[in-house]
């Protein structure tokens, strides 16, 4: 596998990146155990300002744990949220957390919240964006009791 880095139409930069990490049980574990993992070297080009986002079709807990140990998290954040941007016609929204993390303490909701209130003004322009909580319903074999 390789990392690509660049717009099309302009010069890109194919980075040799030979390892591939296909879903791991302990994602950081395989993000040290493979430095020249494409995921790795796709977060490093980030990291280094030679590529200004990254899109993986991979192990999602792979592409996060290589995320966190090079560019970090901002300051105050205690946990990452994965977010989607769901394009309905005339009024889009943001839905964060499209991890589903069954176990999060309230501060992290609220975090989520300011951090994806803050993205709908930033990239979208949405002044004032109302901010909701969506439950994750129940399973027998899924999260703790509460």
Same mark, same amino acid.
Request: charged share 20%.
């Given at each position: 596998?390789?990392?690509q880095?660049?717009?099309?139409? +302009? ?7 030979p390892?591939?990490?296909? @879903? &791991?049980?302990? !994602? ?7 430095? #020249? ?10 990291? #280094?300002?030679?590529?200004?986002? /990254?899109?993986?079709?991979?192990? %999602?807990? %792979? ?8 560019? @970090?998290?901002?300051?105050?954040? $205690? ?7 769901? !394009?309905?016609? *005339?009024? !889009? ?13 309230? +501060? $992290? /909701?609220?975090?989520f919240? $300011?951090? *994806? &209130?803050?993205?709908?003004? %930033?990239?979208? *322009?949405?002044?004032? !964006?109302?901010?909701?909580? /969506? ?6 074999s @899924?999260?703790? +009791? #509460?």
């Open positions: 596998s390789a990392a880095i660049g717009e099309v139409g +302009e010069g890109v930069e194919v980075i040799d990146a390892v591939s990490i296909a @879903k &791991a049980e302990d !994602p950081a574990r395989a993000v040290r155990a493979n430095p #020249d993992a494409s995921i790795v070297a796709a977060v490093a080009a980030v990291a #280094d300002g030679r590529a200004d986002a /990254l899109v993986s079709g991979g192990s %999602t807990g %792979t592409a996060l744990a290589a995320s966190l140990f090079r560019i @970090k998290r901002g300051r105050g954040i $205690h946990r990452p949220a994965l977010a989607v941007l769901v !394009p309905v016609p *005339g009024s !889009p929204f943001l839905l964060l957390d499209a991890g589903a993390n069954v176990e999060v303490r309230p +501060e $992290h /909701l609220v975090q919240a $300011h951090m *994806g &209130a803050a993205f709908m003004e %930033t990239a979208m *322009g949405v002044s004032r !964006p109302r901010v909701a909580l /969506l439950s994750n319903g129940e399973e027998p @899924k999260g703790p +009791e #509460d």
